[in-house]
């Protein structure tokens, strides 16, 4: 009598049990992944909370200017400082800042003398000559106290070579600022230039008097005294 036939197939118990068996095992192997990704995204965010970046600041201007711009967002209508931020910017090289600055100072403030004339000096390091003239104009009248505005406009007449203005703006600036040498000098030039010895030797002569080794008003008075 031969022996019961029996298949070397699983039963459906065992095949049931198996396959729970991966499947539990592949739900543990998913769960400890995200475990694991949750785990260094916590750790990444409470790193970056301990740990601020560092703020990109390479020069001391530049942490001068974000002083600035830190005050400017507490009191954006402190025209001053707003102003020392434009002259920051034009000495970092952006002088497009520099102008957008100076002009939401004026538009605060359309007769601030430090606005008008600051705004001046930009056009005309950017070569905007005529820009940078209307602008000194203003800030004269603005402030016709103030002798730098005269200064700039006269030294702008000077190196066009239109010395009849120059001596008019000139002779403004040492009324109002004796004491500036450079002023004397550039007068006593346009003088010079104008043929008017007299004045051209006076004003030589202040230049050396508050400055004495100025070498450039040394050779002009030394001209007008062998002419």
Do not use: C
Request: hydrophobic letters at 35%.
């Amino acid at each position: 009598m031969s022996a019961p036939n029996r298949s070397s197939e699983p039963t459906d118990s065992a095949t049931v049990s198996k396959n729970t068996h991966s499947q539990v095992n592949r739900f543990f192997a998913v769960a400890t992944i995200l475990v694991l990704v949750a785990f260094f995204v916590l750790g990444g965010l409470t790193i970056k909370r301990a740990y601020p970046p560092v703020p990109l600041i390479r020069s001391g201007l530049e942490r001068e200017l974000a002083s600035y711009q830190g005050r400017l967002e507490k009191k954006p209508e402190d025209v001053e400082t707003r102003v020392a931020a434009a002259k920051i910017y034009v000495r970092l090289g952006k002088t497009k800042m520099a102008t957008d600055e100076l002009n939401r100072v004026l538009k605060m403030r359309p007769k601030y003398w430090d606005g008008l004339f600051q705004l001046g000096l930009v056009y005309l390091s950017d070569g905007k000559k005529q820009r940078a003239i209307t602008q000194f104009k203003k800030a004269a009248k603005a402030k016709p106290s103030e002798g730098l505005a005269y200064y700039q406009l006269g030294l702008i007449a000077h190196g066009d070579k239109r010395f009849e203005t120059a001596v008019k703006y000139l002779e403004k600036t040492v009324k109002i600022n004796p004491v500036l040498a450079d002023a004397h000098y550039y007068l006593a030039n346009s003088y010079q230039r104008l043929g008017h010895k007299g004045p051209a030797k006076q004003h030589y002569e202040e230049a050396l008097r508050y400055i004495p080794d100025y070498t450039e008003a040394k050779k002009g008075l030394a001209g007008v005294e062998r002419d």
